[in-house]
């Protein structure tokens, strides 16, 4: 492990005892070490505010505080700037089969809901507001002032951007996490808690609906029972077009992340790969949304 990021953590005043410090895995967007302080076990997040993925870590931390008064993440125990700490929960990290077992998503949703609509109750300032498509076009205007390699697909994609919008349609609005990865659920045997809120603000339910559904593959039947469950019947023809034109948007925000992560990014990761796997999960989504809805 690099000698100056020991160093800072290990001069955190939050410590009481001689720490030991073990690297984790996963971050896109910064770095988690797993600390213990005598019998306490902690996870210190390194991830300065990233203006080109829009991420204000004042707004994660406020996200983390409110999350936690609702009792569904850690507590965040101390943050500075550029670094946050909170508990380690000691449990399974999800991959995308434990989130696509019947059980779990139906415990996932509940957690969802809760967190939806009391979270903003918590906030003691005003959170952002994540609208996928002017994500997208923020991200459209780096790629081209960047000389991305993808350049030549921008047009389409915006195109195909502006459509989904106005498929959207009217939403509700309430409080998303936004990034639905399975390793952003921890289950300790008794409950789920929610993890990493670098993207967390105000859209609608069906961004992380949709989100959850593309990142962890769900096929079609537990979209719909997700659906069911969620809004607490079956959903009108409307309703699913909407959320099927916000599931494509949320795999061409993905698209574009990475896109723009390969121009921008100092995380060791080969983004380029990564925005293959995404583009091509995109294209097979918007096909099937062009044939059933178009």
Same mark, same amino acid.
């Given at each position: 492990?690099?000698?100056?990021?020991?160093?800072?953590?290990?001069?955190?005043?939050?410590?009481? %005892?001689?720490?030991?410090?073990?690297?984790?895995?996963?971050?896109?967007?910064?770095?988690?070490?797993?600390?213990?302080?005598?019998?306490?076990?902690?996870?210190?997040?390194?991830?300065?505010?990233?203006?080109?993925?829009?991420?204000?870590?004042?707004?994660?931390?406020?996200?983390?505080?409110?999350?936690?008064?609702?009792?569904?993440?850690? $507590?965040?125990?101390?943050?500075?700037?550029?670094?946050?700490?909170?508990?380690?929960?000691?449990?399974?990290?999800?991959?995308?089969?434990?989130?696509?077992?019947?059980?779990?998503?139906?415990?996932?949703?509940?957690?969802?809901?809760?967190?939806?609509?009391? @979270?903003?109750?918590?906030?003691?300032?005003?959170?952002?507001?994540?609208?996928?498509?002017? @994500?997208?076009?923020?991200?459209?205007?780096?790629?081209?002032?960047?000389?991305?390699?993808?350049?030549?697909?921008?047009?389409?994609?915006?195109?195909?951007?502006?459509?989904? $919008?106005?498929?959207?349609?009217?939403?509700?609005?309430?409080?998303?996490?936004?990034?639905?990865?399975?390793?952003?659920?921890?289950?300790?045997?008794?409950?789920?808690?929610?993890?990493?809120?670098?993207?967390?603000?105000?859209?609608?339910?069906?961004?992380?609906?949709?989100?959850?559904?593309?990142?962890?593959?769900?096929?079609?039947?537990?979209?719909?029972?997700?659906?069911?469950?969620?809004?607490?019947? %079956?959903?009108?023809?409307?309703?699913?077009?909407?959320?099927?034109?916000?599931?494509?948007?949320?795999?061409?925000?993905?698209?574009?992340?990475?896109?723009?992560?390969?121009?921008?990014?100092?995380?060791?990761?080969?983004?380029?790969? !990564?925005?293959?796997? %995404?583009?091509?999960?995109?294209?097979? @989504? !918007?096909? $099937?949304?062009? %044939?059933?809805?178009?």
């Amino acid at each position: 492990m690099n000698g100056t990021i020991a160093a800072r953590i290990t001069a955190l005043a939050c410590w009481k %005892n001689k720490i030991d410090i073990e690297p984790l895995g996963g971050g896109m967007t910064n770095l988690n070490f797993k600390v213990r302080d005598g019998a306490d076990q902690f996870v210190v997040r390194l991830g300065e505010d990233d203006p080109i993925h829009l991420i204000s870590r004042a707004n994660e931390v406020a996200s983390s505080q409110a999350a936690f008064k609702i009792g569904v993440s850690p $507590e965040l125990v101390h943050h500075q700037a550029g670094i946050l700490v909170t508990r380690f929960i000691e449990g399974r990290v999800f991959d995308e089969a434990d989130v696509r077992t019947e059980i779990n998503l139906q415990r996932i949703l509940k957690l969802l809901k809760r967190f939806h609509h009391e @979270v903003p109750k918590q906030f003691n300032a005003v959170p952002v507001m994540f609208w996928v498509f002017q @994500v997208l076009r923020h991200y459209q205007n780096l790629l081209l002032q960047g000389g991305s390699a993808h350049a030549r697909r921008l047009s389409e994609l915006a195109t195909i951007s502006l459509e989904l $919008e106005a498929a959207v349609g009217a939403v509700e609005i309430v409080f998303g996490h936004n990034d639905l990865l399975p390793a952003n659920f921890i289950d300790d045997g008794d409950r789920i808690w929610l993890i990493d809120f670098d993207y967390a603000g105000f859209n609608s339910p069906l961004f992380d609906l949709s989100n959850l559904a593309s990142n962890n593959e769900l096929d079609t039947t537990q979209e719909l029972h997700m659906l069911q469950q969620y809004f607490g019947s %079956n959903p009108e023809q409307g309703k699913l077009a909407s959320y099927h034109a916000m599931k494509c948007a949320s795999l061409l925000r993905e698209t574009l992340w990475s896109m723009v992560s390969e121009l921008h990014s100092r995380v060791e990761m080969d983004f380029a790969d !990564y925005t293959q796997k %995404n583009l091509a999960r995109f294209e097979s @989504v !918007y096909a $099937e949304y062009k %044939n059933s809805y178009a």
